[in-house]
């Protein structure tokens, strides 16, 4: 059989040092990997994928081979120049040593096929990855879930490039299901926002002139602001103690990867009544969920009525987004090598907030008002020139301990992420759904959105021993959504009536 001849675990490790002395003299060395890169050295993205049929490993090996591994960064390994600074260099790539079939326990895949999954990729956050080899892997499971015929947990070092943009690398190598010769459909690319960038016309007047003029002046206060509360955060403004805090920030805690689905439609449903975005409903139903899981479980010991404000950590990439044509395209004429992944990481701190409310439109008015503020800064700017001076000044060593100290002090990560509007085909496989996640931050708990056709998947990774009981705060999540679009029709039957 096929399986024979892929990868088991546990996976072989070699040390830096090795690994340095071996390459160094042999291989052309390419560009240096970047501070971004260096500082997300412990964290990794985890992308669980379904299909609705059975692997097909040679299509899946042939299409990997020939979509995947082309991008420079999945055929090159980090090895250290002769100056001491650490590079991507080119390397032969053997699709089989990526491709990794566990050995589970049959009885444990029979019993809860759902669960056998769940645990593998748990015991992937205490498993480095083999750093002789590019740093991806496909860990395959052919047997039906709850959810698919067959999985896929795909593995990737975070030095390879942000969420966004290795998603939609391996959407440049998906098809749509509907018409395998066209790439799939997509959301267009967001746009930017904000008064700076609604330039009045000549014939506005003088009014609007000064109002658009003001508004770069409370830019520049926002990001002040901003940025003295990003600096506090690392000397030593730290979140409150709640259940979603980490205790020990010095351990390494194995991760739980779960996911749940909700209804995009009923997502859209809400943005349209309440006149936002798609984020800021998916923020409101997260400070709603957070609120009912905590208020639930400190019982009687926290008051309802006071609102305990917490942060979330967000690291956002500057590199200029590529289209999905436009990244096919430059794979396709030969030119992989300007499509621009990697990293230039910026960071925003962003206030979620636990309480009770009566009506539970006003999560998602709150979170509204959030995002709105946070539209009117460059502290992403700031952030990301402040984490590379302090990189080339200090060290790596000491822009580690920072950059662990800041993301300790907040609560949680979190993300966004869009999907295609339609299904697609991976290497002949229809997917049924995309769950990325990812572990390494120095939090207890990640939350990840990631939309596909008509759902919304919500992803988190969660510290196993702080989150025991995870499926209530996925049920959390589920709820809250309806709770939410409930109040939204109720507000479109008060506005017919009116």
């Known amino acids: 059989m096929e399986a024979t001849t892929l990868r088991k675990r546990p996976l072989s490790i070699k040390t830096a040092a090795g690994r340095e002395g071996r390459t160094a003299a042999e291989a052309e060395l390419g560009e240096p990997v970047s501070p971004s890169a260096r500082l997300v050295e412990d964290f990794y993205i985890i992308v669980l994928m379904g299909a609705s049929t059975p692997l097909n490993l040679p299509a ?63 015991s992937l956050s205490t498993l480095p990855m083999d750093r002789s080899q590019p740093l991806w892997e496909f860990h395959l499971f052919d047997f039906p879930t709850s959810e698919a015929t067959s999985t896929a947990a795909i593995r990737v070092h975070h030095s390879l490039g942000d969420g966004m943009s290795l998603l939609t690398l391996l959407m440049a190598c998906t098809r749509s299901a509907a018409d395998p010769t066209r790439l799939p459909a997509m959301p267009p690319l967001p746009s930017r926002t904000g008064a700076i960038y609604q330039r009045p016309r000549p014939s506005a007047g003088v009014l609007a002139y000064l109002l658009w003029v003001w508004s770069f002046v409370v830019l520049a206060w926002h990001t002040v602001v901003d940025v003295a509360g990003f600096f506090a ?30 209804s995009l439609d009923d997502v859209k449903f809400v943005k349209n009544a309440m006149k936002c975005t798609v984020n800021d409903v998916l923020i409101g139903v997260t400070y709603a969920a957070l609120s009912r899981y905590h208020f639930r479980k400190s019982g009687g010991e926290t008051d309802t009525r006071k609102e305990i404000r917490v942060r979330s950590m967000l690291l956002v990439n500057l590199r200029p987004t590529t289209s999905l044509h436009a990244c096919v395209d430059m794979i396709k004429s030969g030119k992989e090598s300007h499509v621009k992944w990697g990293n230039e990481l910026g960071f ?9 409310h009566s009506d539970p439109l006003d999560y998602v008015r709150k979170g509204k008002k959030v995002v709105d503020r946070k539209k009117s800064s460059l502290e992403v700017v700031f952030t990301h020139v402040a984490a590379e001076v302090i990189f080339k000044v200090f060290g790596l060593k000491a822009a580690s301990a920072i950059f662990h100290r800041m993301i300790s002090h907040t609560t949680i990560s979190f993300a966004n992420m869009t999907g295609p509007v339609e299904q697609v085909e991976f290497c002949g496989h229809p997917i049924v759904f995309i769950a990325p996640s990812g572990y390494g931050p120095p939090e207890a708990l990640t939350v990840n959105y990631q939309s596909y056709v008509n759902t919304i998947m919500i992803n988190l990774a969660l510290d196993e021993g702080h989150f025991p009981d995870y499926d209530e705060l996925l049920d959390d999540f589920v709820e809250s959504l309806e709770d939410i679009k409930d109040a939204a029709s109720r507000l479109g039957m008060h506005h017919g009536k009116a």
Do not use: C
């Open 348 to 356: 925003i701190i962003l206030p979620f907030f636990i309480g009770m």
């Open 233 to 262: 955060t690392i000397l030593f403004l730290k979140d409150p103690h709640t259940l979603f805090k980490r205790v020990n920030h010095a351990e390494t805690q194995r991760k739980r990867i779960v996911h749940r689905r909700l």
């Open 60 to 122: 899946l090996r042939a299409g990997i081979e020939a979509q995947l591994a082309r991008y420079p960064h999945f055929r090159s390994i980090q090895v250290t120049d002769k100056d001491g600074e650490l590079r991507w260099a080119p390397t032969t790539v053997n699709v089989e040593n990526h491709l990794i079939r566990p050995t589970l326990d049959p009885a444990a895949v029979a019993a809860n096929p759902d669960k056998a999954v769940e645990d593998y990729v748990a």
